[in-house]
């Protein structure tokens, strides 16, 4: 009898030399690798906005089936809920820096207004497949531990915490 698992996704450990973004719910963590070879400025940016502890105690502003987004400053606040999803640092990255990896589950991207060089703060984590969004946004990552955790997180969970665990240092 033979097994076939369609749509796994394969576990693979982080390359040795790459940044993990470790983010902290109340429903477990969640360890994102970042391509820092692939998209150097933007995982550049997105790091020094975790290490000014930019993310911590934001909310999840947008949950739906294929993703969960995050990155919004105002989330912070019950009293800005309607506005959630509109707001970054107001310093965008200004490069482009699109990969040629496909929008599969768990990978992690940069959302933007309309342009790849504007994106900021704003972060997805993929659910499932996406393949109409491919070649259209900076991917920076992918989880690594806590694919799980993603798919119970629900709109307004709250990002506790958000640390790096960088080799070397």
């Known amino acids: 009898m033979t097994v076939v698992v369609l749509n796994a996704q394969r576990a693979q450990a982080p390359a040795p030399d790459s940044p993990i973004m470790v983010i902290e719910t109340a429903k477990g963590t969640i360890e994102i690798e970042l391509f820092h070879k692939e998209a150097p400025k933007s995982v550049g940016h997105v790091m020094e906005l975790v290490r000014r502890n930019f993310y911590r105690s934001q909310r999840f502003h947008r949950v739906v089936a294929s993703m969960v987004n995050f990155g919004d400053v105002n989330s912070r606040d019950m009293l800005k809920e309607k506005v959630w999803g509109m707001a970054d640092t107001a310093n965008?990255?200004?490069?482009?820096?699109?990969?040629?990896?496909?929008?599969?589950?768990?990978?992690?991207?940069?959302?933007?207004?309309?342009?790849?060089?504007?994106?900021?703060?704003?972060?997805?984590?993929m659910k499932q497949a996406s393949p109409s969004i491919d070649g259209k946004y900076t991917i920076i990552g992918r989880v690594v531990a806590g694919i799980a955790v993603v798919d119970k997180l629900a709109y307004a969970d709250r990002l506790t915490n958000v640390t790096l665990k960088v080799p070397g240092k």
Do not use: C, F, N
Not at 107 to 124: E, F, I, N, R, T
């Open 92 to 125: 965008p990255i200004g490069v482009s820096e699109i990969s040629t990896r496909k929008h599969v589950r768990g990978m992690v991207g940069l959302g933007h207004s309309g342009d790849p060089k504007l994106a900021d703060s704003q972060m997805y984590i």
